[in-house]
């Protein structure tokens, strides 16, 4: 397959729609990168993932990773491609400057792991690990562990790996049974078995850090109980720790990730954060690896549609409507649609993520402090929309990336079908879209009153009433987003007094209610980028950009309006549809 | 995996709903089957289903098939496996008596093979593949031919495949290249290659006939110069004929049926049907192909539903909103609702699907002529719904079944996710779903100005006109019925008039329209089937059922009208508007 970045649409997400130099000039640790520096290390990213990463995705699916013995052999190339990624400083990019890092901002991640996850799924769960690992340990840690490990984990010489999962909890990590008992100043011995730890084992890095959720002898049952605690392979007098990678799963796909059983037995680890805090030290760690999923939504769904795209410009099948001879299959109306639903789709994911991102570079670094705050506020509710928003809508678009291909994307060797079993796993990992719907609705909405919404939508109103919003050509936009908006509210209103009636009644409706913000989010940046595009419109000659980048856009705009959004309404009425007791239709 | 027959719900669907009996007695050939002997021949079928076949299907899976030297090596446990299937008359359901067959009715082989192919679709594809070749010689081939392969292809000793897909002929078999010279009388010798053959190589049985589209030397170019050919692997004098086997593919899944690429280096093949008609003799063995396609469709989400709905029943994550203790998954209500959605879907696709067969069986076998050819033109119009609309709503059904297992779905191990893999082929062979959708809006509907949607959109009406829609209880039911029915031809009109604006202006919507009339035609029968429920809850003491089938049946139809249905109104609204030029965003 063949992967080029989407520089074109990058700059205009960074640069004409988020204005983002704008945006990083009030962050005082980012002010002063400009736009042409954000899209540099963006081509440089697209160059490494095209020409050092991509090349490995094959055999990371078909030899994958092997398990011999404790020990886990990486795919063909991952260890070459990992050197050369920490010595290019892929590694580093946020970490902080003190620790060795580059210190850029989450943005410049966000739109790096979008490019790096199209290569390969599997490196990038892998290489991008530590990034997740470093926030919890910068939020959490004591300054001794801070200097110990940061600057390892900033380096890429030690990689890192997060244990929560046991085999009697997934979902529900209060039932985790992993025990921690004091052993000598700071130190604990832990023991139990953890399951579907990406990254837990290899030999890519000289040593590995464990972030293992355990209870503390004599904790509390249920999720308050728990700690956190970091837990090397190696110990620092090159003892081997009681550690150990009993197996590694077989999987529908993402073969060149090892999904790592782990045995503790006695394994020495320290405290990250306070005693029983350990789902708060945890959070942070969590919230970066459901962003990261996003990215990876994106990722994977733009290679596929690239793919995708090209296949329908070479493939000759059928005549098109006019036609007398074979045409290509992107003349023919309806491979258009799929193909146009992909882009939509893609471009949306970019404008929402990498939105996210500079959301939550101003949560860590405006130099406001209501506005960090604010922003803070406002993380916390995009961040289950983006994983659960994103990660199906590039199920579906992936799907159809395959469909475009006929029979002969059911084919291997055509290398769709790969990311399409890749990226199944991205809506059950880092908490399923359900566990995402549930905190978005029941956490992030509903137990506040609606202020945190209020934020996100108020935005949306802010804009809707602002000049730029009421250009020429622009009603066909504002116009349904206006409904949406009030569609939300209404839909917020009748969940909550729905819950008020009875406690946990508005769960049922919970994935409809993802879905609908989600669409709420994405057809506001529709609006303005199709905005963007009219001013350019506006700007310039006419018939200059009639057939440009300009008019696509605008074209991709109009189809999201009339294929995508439509969805909004089979979700309001699902979500007004009273909830009946289903329970007896799904007696054994 | 476990698998048990849907006997009970097999049962309403036969008896209660299509009151099957009733109607096999207005076909001469039938009459006298009664519901008894319908669900004994479903109870048989069952069982071999999940002693027999059911635990061979991850052995085709995990070994697949083996291609060695032009040979093909099938799954281990197939050979014994379709030996008893041979033996005990299930190859030859349908065949008719005078063949050595058992002449049973099309729906019973519907209702036989829903079951076989939730046990494997890779069995189901090299086992059930005669029924369609017997279909397609019995219309088109000469009494010779036919005497001479019939009775064999009822016995199973010899099995069949079809080939038409080349490398440059896909969806448009108008490309076909393979090219046939006459060759003595009756003869022709055929030169080419085809791909995608579905069990064309293997050694289950001792001769396979391979159906295959050519041209004969002079026959115009496109798909009215093809003609259709028998070509026996081996040939009556014991010698091999030259057709041959170049490999397999290497696939997503459905690992366990050989796709095989097959060359003819002059091989001798019998002409089925006319010169220059290979077409018209294919279809018919096409069509059920595309019906089979329907069956697995439900099958396989059968099965993964009765594993999600265990797995549900049987982990424990997480607190109901009512206990304190961890409860069982299927307590929650967002997995309520994807349990109902799988619920839903698949109970709808086994009334429209074994409706189908009923209708086709009325269209050969009905003693009134006018009923026969009335038949015929509805089950045309069936067609492409089954396959368009069952295969892609089975997707997502299959989807759910695996993301209700959460990351322990993605795991080889619990045997979904095979599933996903192996039905993802589904809506690309037998036609993609771009493919039904075209020709079920040009051809079927369009084409005749509408009449033939008349026979589907008039038993609608007449039954919203009858007693039985009035009773009490199922205004829920008819209201939205009778405004989707409306909307179903307002919606026709604006396409047929889009059309003739501008030829092909309509095929932007087909997929769309194609769902809009799959759910007009199941939620159809979702009102008849609460229809039946109520009828039921009248006659018996109310709290006898209230708890019991015909509740959580009553329960399914609501909830398909509540969440399901309103996918209609985003069809309606992508229809509605107005498709643009989205070329100009494809280009490359």
Not at 480 to 489: E, I, S
Request: charged share 20%; aromatic share 6%; proline share 5%.
């Amino acid at each position: 397959m063949r992967y080029s970045a989407p520089l074109r649409d990058l700059s205009f997400v960074l640069n004409e729609l988020l204005d983002a130099p704008a945006a990083l000039a009030q962050m005082p640790e980012h002010a002063g990168l400009d736009g042409e520096s954000l899209m540099a290390v963006a081509e440089q990213a697209g160059d490494f993932a095209a020409g050092a990463i991509l090349p490995l995705n094959r055999g990371a699916d078909e030899t994958g990773c092997r398990w011999h013995g404790g020990e886990v052999e990486m795919p063909p190339g991952f260890q070459q491609a990992y050197r050369d990624y920490c010595e290019l400083g892929w590694v580093s990019i946020c970490a902080a400057l003190a620790d060795g890092g580059q210190g850029l901002p989450r943005l410049m991640f966000s739109v790096v792991n979008e490019i790096f996850s199209a290569a390969s799924h599997a490196f990038v769960m892998i290489a991008s690990v530590n990034h997740c690992a470093a926030i919890c340990l910068r939020r959490s840690a004591s300054p001794a562990l801070q200097a110990r490990w940061l600057p390892a984990l900033a380096s890429g010489r030690v990689l890192s790996s997060m244990c929560m999962t046991e085999p009697q909890a997934g979902s529900d990590i209060g039932l985790l049974s992993t025990r921690a008992e004091p052993d000598g100043p700071g130190g604990y011995r832990l023991s139990g078995s953890k399951i579907f730890a990406s990254g837990a084992e290899h030999g890519l890095s000289a040593n590995i850090v464990h972030l293992v959720l355990a209870r503390i002898a004599g904790a509390p049952p249920g999720s308050r109980g728990l700690s956190l605690f970091l837990v090397p392979k190696w110990l620092d007098d090159g003892a081997r720790n009681a550690v150990h990678c009993d197996g590694i799963e077989h999987k529908m796909g993402l073969h060149g990730s090892p999904t790592c059983a782990l045995r503790l037995d006695g394994a020495l680890g320290w405290l990250v954060g306070e005693p029983q805090r350990g789902l708060a030290a945890m959070f942070p760690m969590m919230n970066e690896a459901r962003l990261m999923s996003g990215l990876q939504a994106l990722g994977l769904s733009e290679l596929a549609w690239q793919a995708a795209r090209g296949y329908a410009h070479e493939r000759r099948q059928g005549r098109s409507p006019a036609g007398l001879q074979p045409c290509p299959l992107v003349d023919h109306p309806d491979v258009q649609r799929m193909l146009m639903t992909q882009k939509a789709w893609n471009e949306g994911a970019r404008m929402l993520v990498h939105w996210t991102a500079l959301v939550i570079d101003a949560a860590e670094s405006h130099a406001d402090q209501a506005h960090r705050r604010e922003s803070a506020e406002l993380a916390g509710l995009l961040t289950p929309i983006v994983k659960g928003f994103l990660c199906e809508n590039a199920q579906q678009a992936l799907s159809l990336a395959l469909q475009v291909h006929g029979g002969h994307g059911y084919v291997r060797e055509t290398g769709v079908e790969q990311l399409v079993r890749d990226a199944r796993v991205i809506t059950l990992y880092e908490g399923s879209t359900g566990i995402q719907a549930q905190d978005l609705l029941m956490r992030k909405v509903l137990a506040d009153g609606g202020q945190r919404l209020a934020l996100l939508t108020g935005r949306v109103q802010a804009w809707l009433e602002s000049p730029g919003a009421g250009a020429e050509g622009l009603a066909a936009f504002t116009g349904p987003l206006r409904t949406l908006l009030a569609q939300v509210r209404a839909a917020t209103t009748l969940l909550a007094g729905r819950e008020r009636g009875q406690a946990g009644a508005a769960l049922a409706s919970c994935c409809s209610y993802l879905r609908l913000l989600g669409h709420l989010v994405m057809a506001w940046w529709w609006a303005r980028a199709a905005a963007a595009c009219l001013a350019v419109h506006e700007r310039e000659h006419e018939h200059e950009h009639k057939q440009g980048w300009y008019a696509g856009k605008l074209a991709t705009a109009h189809f999201h309006y009339g294929e995508l959004l439509p969805e909004t309404r089979a979700l309001l009425a699902a979500i007004e549809a009273a909830p009946r007791p289903w329970a007896l239709a799904l007696a054994e």
